[in-house]
């Protein structure tokens, strides 16, 4: 049971736009999310999170929304860069547990 | 550089033959999680301990097996090999047990294991 889930396994941008790389989430436990970017053969780095009780959060050129309602975050990159294009996978956890859920993660192209 | 440190880096064996992969976490960190990643795929998680014993336990096979030292270094042990399991491993540790608001975790560059 995929819990957290990134349904765009891929996406391309002009360089200089915006890139939208969007998650969606089943457990209305979960309290914490988290963006990773990885490029081939590299481990995962982490980027930006939020808590549940933000709806954004904003690190430089990486913003992330929360909507809980729709139990679905977003990761804003503006202005995307060529540097920028690697897998973004999002994540998920609750204090109530343990794991950390990950989604099938999105492959970001910049097109300089 | 996020502090946690795989060794090896990459591992090549024969089928059937047993393998360790060796992580040291962040300065601080309490708990340490193992990952495989298959082909570009996504993250499986497969073993999360703290403080020394087992928290959680994922899609992880019989054939392998992992704990956690007083010094909180981690070994994931890989026995049996098959052609199958030849995939990155990472490892990720975080300060906490749980999950929950400020509890990231970070992951260590991985360890490549090929099996021949």
């Known amino acids: 049971d995929q819990q957290v889930k990134q349904n765009s396994p891929s996406l391309s941008v002009q360089e200089g736009r915006i890139s939208i790389l969007n998650c969606d989430y089943t457990?209305?436990?979960?309290?914490?999310f988290l963006w990773y970017k990885k490029y081939p053969a590299e481990g995962p780095t982490f980027l930006i999170s939020?808590?549940?009780?933000?709806d954004k959060n904003e690190d430089g050129r990486f913003t992330v929304f929360l909507n809980k309602s729709a139990k679905h975050l977003s990761l804003h990159i503006v202005p995307s860069q060529p540097g920028d294009s690697a897998v973004y996978f999002c994540?998920?956890?609750?204090?109530?547990?343990?794991?950390?859920?990950f989604g099938t993660g999105t492959s970001l192209t910049v097109i300089p | 550089d996020s502090g946690v440190t795989q060794t090896p880096k990459h591992l090549i064996t024969a089928t059937g033959q047993r393998v360790t992969l060796r992580c040291s976490p962040r300065?601080?960190?309490?708990?340490v999680y193992w990952y495989q990643q298959s082909l570009d795929q996504g993250l499986q998680f497969l073993i999360q301990y703290y403080n020394g014993e087992e928290r959680a336990k994922g899609n992880i096979l019989e054939r392998f097996s992992a704990q956690q030292f007083p010094d909180l270094h981690s070994e994931l042990n890989l026995s049996s090999l098959e052609l199958g399991d030849s995939a990155l491993y990472f490892c990720?540790?975080?300060?906490?047990?749980?999950?929950?608001?400020?509890?990231?975790?970070?992951f260590g560059e991985g360890s490549w294991l090929t099996v021949v």
């Open positions: 994540a998920a956890s609750a204090n109530t547990g343990n794991q950390f859920y």
């Open positions: 300065s601080g960190d309490l708990s």
């Open positions: 457990n209305s436990m979960f309290d914490y």
């Open positions: 990720a540790s975080s300060p906490l047990g749980q999950g929950g608001p400020g509890n990231t975790i970070y």
């Open positions: 939020i808590s549940s009780i933000k």
